[in-house]
């Protein structure tokens, strides 16, 4: 009953209200025909990126000094206007400077944002005849990591420059705005409701 007569109270102050001159957005509840969503603002815009590239791999302290091995790859990641990214990356070393021959093969999960991205997976060394472990931190044309090569129990860290640039920026979902005649604002101050609001926000028309 309490509920009723105070929403009794409110058509009648907003009754009042309209028939003044004083500018006043009602609560979406009471006038649902004065708020509507805004439009634009459609929320996290993604894009994946494929990049084939290439590179050189020292791994340090090994024995081939700082003979370098070429690094051929190919990485795909989704990339969110957030700057987040993940995917995948798979690439292949080889010996073309002592002697030609296939090092070792690596698939490794890519995580993080567009400045920086961690590696982390597995592999088998064509060299050791054994499967390896491999965790990296990629940035923009560089990559440095370790492998851990099992059976030998040899973990080999590395140091790797290559073709990767920087993922691309991704724009949002852009900026959210209202028909003409209404203001836009937050939704705890309306009472909007989810077909009514976007992104939090909402649409009122002032009643004069």
């Avoid at 700057?83 to 093969?105: H, I, K």
């Avoid at 060299?127 to 440095?144: K, M, P």
Wanted: proline residues 5%; contains cysteine; hydrophobic residues 35%.
């Amino acid at each position: 009953m309490l509920k009723q007569s105070s929403k009794i109270t409110a058509a009648v102050v907003l009754a009042v209200l309209s028939q003044s001159n004083y500018a006043y957005s009602p609560p979406c509840e009471l006038a649902p025909s004065s708020c509507v969503a805004p439009a634009g603002g459609e929320g996290d815009s993604r894009h994946t990126e494929n990049r084939v590239y290439a590179g050189f791999n020292w791994t340090l302290g090994g024995k081939q000094g700082w003979i370098p091995q070429l690094v051929l790859g190919a990485r795909s990641l989704r990339v969110k206007s957030s700057d987040e990214v993940s995917g995948g990356d798979l690439n292949l070393r080889l010996n073309v400077f002592n002697g030609f021959g296939v090092d070792s093969l690596r698939l490794s999960y890519v995580g993080g944002n567009r400045d920086v991205q961690g590696n982390i997976g597995g592999g088998y060394s064509f060299a050791d005849s054994n499967f390896l472990g491999t965790a990296a931190i990629q940035s923009t044309y560089s990559r440095l990591g370790a492998d851990y090569v099992f059976g030998a129990g040899a973990i080999r860290p590395y140091a790797e420059i290559n073709s990767l640039q920087q993922p691309k920026n991704v724009g949002g979902g852009g900026a959210v705005s209202c028909p003409s005649g209404y203001t836009l604002g937050p939704v705890a101050d309306s009472g909007a409701s989810g077909a009514q609001s976007s992104n939090g926000l909402t649409c009122q028309q002032p009643i004069m």
